[in-house]
């Protein structure tokens, strides 16, 4: 496991050149293939079910390229044993309170140290907001922002953007 994260972490750019903009990378998903034909992107895609989407996000080109050679790199049974640990790790919350336990404390010695561990009402309401949050979103927009005051802030926002363009434009030096 240790070697095929050591390896993916060779392909993924430098923390510097990670801004939104150059990683927002478009790809009509029949184009993948082409991108890294060492890869089944036509199996992954229908297994991830992302079928019907006419495009992917390859947010960093130069390791799509390589993923597939990298794939070919290790045996299956340590690609068995690396999604299944990915698997037990992200399921760790859901699971009993001794394997979330055991995940921190793995976590918290080696892996990512990240302060205390949170209750387990603070975890419960960060699980929720991140399975629901949108939906709930939603349903508080609908209910509590009606369409016209939408567009009284897009109005907002223009004239905040076009204020600092102005500023910006303005600076001497």
């Given at each position: 496991?240790?070697?095929?994260?050591?390896?993916?972490?060779?392909?993924?750019?430098?923390a510097?050149?990670?801004?939104?903009?150059?990683?927002?990378?478009?790809?009509?998903?029949?184009?993948?293939?082409?991108?890294?034909p060492?890869f089944?992107?036509?199996r992954?895609?229908?297994?991830?079910?992302?079928?019907?989407?006419?495009?992917?996000?390859a947010?960093?080109?130069s390791?799509?390229?390589?993923?597939?050679a990298?794939?070919?790199e290790?045996?299956?049974?340590?690609?068995?044993?690396?999604?299944?640990y990915?698997?037990?790790?992200?399921?760790?919350?859901?699971?009993?309170?001794?394997?979330?336990?055991?995940?921190?404390?793995?976590?918290?010695?080696g892996?990512?140290?990240?302060?205390t561990r949170?209750?387990?009402?603070?975890?419960?309401?960060?699980?929720?907001?991140?399975l629901?949050?949108?939906?709930?979103?939603?349903?508080?927009?609908e209910?509590?922002?009606?369409?016209?005051?939408?567009?009284?802030?897009?109005?907002?926002?223009?004239?905040?953007?076009?204020?600092?363009?102005?500023?910006?434009?303005?600076?001497?030096g």
């Amino acid at each position: 496991m240790f070697a095929i994260e050591a390896r993916l972490a060779e392909l993924h750019w430098p923390a510097e050149d990670r801004d939104m903009k150059k990683l927002y990378n478009m790809v009509p998903a029949a184009q993948l293939a082409s991108l890294a034909p060492d890869f089944a992107w036509p199996r992954y895609i229908d297994a991830a079910g992302l079928g019907a989407r006419p495009e992917l996000m390859a947010a960093q080109p130069s390791y799509v390229k390589q993923i597939g050679a990298i794939v070919g790199e290790f045996p299956l049974a340590a690609w068995k044993d690396y999604l299944r640990y990915h698997a037990l790790n992200e399921a760790s919350p859901w699971l009993s309170s001794e394997f979330e336990r055991a995940n921190f404390e793995f976590m918290q010695r080696g892996v990512r140290p990240r302060g205390t561990r949170r209750r387990s009402g603070k975890r419960a309401v960060r699980a929720i907001d991140a399975l629901a949050g949108e939906a709930v979103g939603q349903v508080y927009v609908e209910r509590y922002f009606p369409a016209d005051h939408k567009q009284a802030m897009l109005e907002l926002v223009g004239n905040l953007l076009e204020a600092f363009r102005a500023g910006i434009t303005e600076l001497s030096g």
